[in-house]
């Protein structure tokens, strides 16, 4: 079964970071684009970045409001994809999801195929 | 950025009506690299269309969608009591990708 689990969310301050993790299972991870999406309470899904597949050069895009403070990256021997999040501020709220495309058996279909795997989120909740 | 603009905000129709749901882009979309997702309250979203036009899948076929450039719509022939949700479109042709703020559509 391909399966996404998100975990390491939690109560941080103002100017805090925290690390999120998405365990993957079902597929070959290592041949997948993988995403971060969120959404702030009661507000709509915003885009958080993306990393590439090491064959695809494993380079990395992000949302113009977390540039320069998040960090997304991928341990492909552990099937597990990273958000490094710092300076961190109280409109980071949001539940975070970790997604990727359709996957085929265990074959990640592509990027073009949208997203359509998700991963149930984790709560990180910036407060003082 | 691109900026995706939809429309209308809210959606008050019955079952077995017709929606048509509109997603503007603020410049042309990269190759049609235009989707639709589905979200219920508590859910993590649901892919509804990739590339403009194509059913993920396992999506009902009275689920449609349509356009190109900077204008898409999204379709659905006859609504389904299962089927009253928020509806978000998304670019994913050019980083940033970015979501429309979302269309609800509730039962009248």
């Known amino acids: 079964e391909v399966q996404l689990v998100e975990s390491g969310g939690g109560l941080v301050k103002p100017g805090g970071s925290l690390r999120l993790s998405c365990a993957a299972s079902?597929?070959?991870?290592?041949?997948?684009?993988m995403s971060w999406v969120r959404q702030a309470p009661g507000k709509g899904l915003e885009w958080v970045g993306r990393i590439k597949s090491k064959t695809d050069g494993g380079t990395t895009d992000y949302a113009a409001p977390v540039k320069g403070r998040f960090t997304i990256s991928r341990d492909d021997s552990k099937n597990t994809l990273y958000l490094q999040m710092n300076s961190l501020k109280t409109e980071d709220t949001a539940v975070y999801y970790c997604?990727?495309?359709?996957?085929?058996?265990?074959?990640?279909?592509?990027?073009?195929?949208?997203?359509?795997?998700w991963g149930q989120g984790t709560t990180v909740t910036v407060s003082s | 950025e691109i900026v995706l603009t939809q429309s209308p905000g809210t959606l008050s129709l019955s079952p077995g009506e017709r929606a048509t749901l509109s997603c503007r882009a603020s410049q042309s979309v990269s190759s049609s690299y235009l989707a639709w997702y589905q979200q219920k309250p508590g859910q993590a979203p649901r892919l509804l269309i990739y590339?403009?036009?194509s059913r993920a899948t396992g999506i009902p076929d009275r689920f449609s969608g349509s356009g190109s450039g900077t204008d898409f719509t999204l379709t659905i022939s006859r609504l389904e009591p299962e089927d009253f949700a928020v509806y978000y479109c998304q670019q994913y042709g050019s980083p940033p990708q970015t979501f429309g703020q979302g269309t609800k559509l509730e039962i009248k």
């Open positions: 079902g597929f070959t991870f290592s041949n997948a684009w």
């Open positions: 590339g403009a036009s």
């Open positions: 997604t990727t495309g359709p996957i085929t058996g265990t074959t990640f279909l592509g990027y073009y195929y949208g997203m359509d795997v």
